[in-house]
T-cell receptor, first 115, second 113 residues
């Protein structure tokens, strides 16, 4: 199957700093990438949808100035958590939809811990 | 928007028995229904999917059925094995649309040896 790579897989940062998470589609082009957040023992919550070359669309309740998303190419999207706080600690997962169909593949996720 | 309900939240079966997880969706425009398996600390892995022009799809021990009229779809795992233990999520999406997947709340499948 198609491969979506996320980096870093885990990161610890101090309160008030910013951290960037990358999502790459390794063997296919992705017109659309999605960012999810998942708390322990819960389902995935869609945060935002990003389309290559345009601004991301954020779900209700997600602060766009706090969670900056950039989808600069058909194979790369980044999520930057700005001025991170402990409550931002979570498992962040990206997914990508290939240009050739509707199949959506997920990355392995990134654990963020804010201390 | 779309709303996906998934049942049960926890399912325990004996190794070798079958497991069935059921989902319902609300948006009749949804036409793509994937199932994901998520192991602890990892991202979801696509295990099987079905599109609205098909009623059933099978891949070895895994099958998915779709009833468009009733707006529900199910995952069937036969001859369960210990490595099938994981959390399974159903999802729905309108193909070709710009929206992301709407997930069910997940089912924790436990295979008892």
């Amino acid at each position: 199957g198609a491969v979506v790579s996320q980096h870093p897989s885990w990161v610890i940062c101090k309160s008030g700093t910013s951290v960037k998470i990358e999502c790459r589609s390794l063997d296919f082009q992705a017109t659309t990438m999605f960012w999810y957040r998942q708390f322990p023992k819960q389902s995935l919550m869609l945060m935002a949808t990003s389309n290559e070359g345009s601004k991301a669309t954020y779900e209700q309740g997600v602060e766009k100035d706090k969670f900056l998303i950039n989808h600069a190419s058909l194979t790369l999207s980044t999520l930057t958590v700005t001025s991170a706080h402990p409550e931002d600690s979570s498992f962040y997962i990206c997914s990508a939809r290939s240009t050739s169909g509707n199949t959506i593949y997920f990355g392995e996720g990134s654990w963020l811990t804010v201390v | 928007g779309e709303n996906v309900e998934q049942h049960p939240s926890t399912l325990s079966v004996q190794e070798g028995d079958s497991a069935v997880i059921k989902c319902t969706y609300s948006d009749s425009a949804s036409n793509y229904f994937p199932w994901y398996k998520q192991e602890l600390g990892k991202g979801p892995q696509l295990i099987i999917d079905i599109r609205s022009n098909v009623g059933e799809k099978k891949d070895q021990r895994i099958a998915v059925t779709l009833n468009k009229t009733a707006k529900h779809f199910s995952l069937h795992i036969t001859e369960t094995q210990p490595e099938d233990s994981a959390v399974y999520f159903c999802a729905a999406i309108m193909g070709g649309g710009a929206d992301g997947l709407t997930f069910g709340k997940g089912t924790h499948l436990i295979i008892q040896p």
